[in-house]
Structure formats: C-alpha cells, structure tokens
C-alpha cells in the first residue's frame, strides 16, 4: 500500500463532512508545507506552499480533533487518493489531492508532540 508523510501547518479547523451515498461521517482540514527555497542567482528567498487536503475517519478522531487548531503544526501519514467532483458553480469537473489520514502527531499548546494511531489512541506523548 502506498503511503505519504507530510508535515506542516493546519490551514483551517476541521470540518465535518458526510459522504452523499453512505453516509459516514468525516472531518477534513488543509495542511499546508512549507517549499520555499533561495534563488541561487538572486539570493533571494522564494515562497513556496503545497496544500493537501487531509481526511480523517469521524468515529476514530472525534476526540482528538478539538486540539486541531488552525496554525497547529502537524504531521501527518496516510493514504494518497485523488478525489473527483463536480464544481457547484460551475458546474465543471474538478480534482483534489487527498490524503487518508493513518496516524497524526501534533504539538499542543505546551510544546508536547502528540501522536494519535489509526484506531483515534493517543499512543505517544512526550516533550519537544
């Protein structure tokens, strides 16, 4: 199985959200990465941010999304998917890079890195 780590910031609070045919519950939220590099021929510092959009399985993190902050570093592993929908405005087709989320770690507030398995444990704590 494939799998991807990220590590970056949480670009919004999670949502919930409810797929149309089997309606499960989900949370999705972006995380932001950091690219920017230094131009080799000017020296200056070029901004670069990749957005992911991350999911999470509702009943396995219903208790930890609360700490899910906008601007929370996180990392994260899971499944890469690629999910397609049709715009409402537009009316046109769209893609969206999505990661299944596995496992999460994340640092709180006191500077603890938090990590949470696929089953919504919190099997790991211990300071930065």
């Not at 609070?13 to 089997?22: D, H, L």
Request: proline share 2%; glycine share 4%.
């Amino acid at each position: 199985m494939r799998s991807i780590t990220i590590t970056g910031n949480i670009g919004n609070e999670p949502e919930i959200r409810e797929n149309k045919n089997s309606k499960e519950k989900f949370f999705t939220f972006s995380l932001a990465e950091d690219n920017s590099y230094i131009d080799k021929s000017t020296g200056k510092v070029v901004e670069s941010v990749e957005w992911f959009q991350c999911v999470l399985n509702y009943d396995r993190y219903k208790n930890v999304v609360k700490f899910l902050k906008k601007g929370t570093r996180a990392s994260i592993i899971g499944y890469p998917t690629i999910h397609t929908y049709t715009h409402k405005e537009t009316k046109k087709l769209r893609a969206v890079f999505r990661v299944s989320v596995n496992q999460l770690d994340f640092f709180n507030a006191k500077e603890k890195i938090i990590t949470v398995n696929q089953d919504g444990e919190i099997i790991e704590q211990k300071s930065k």
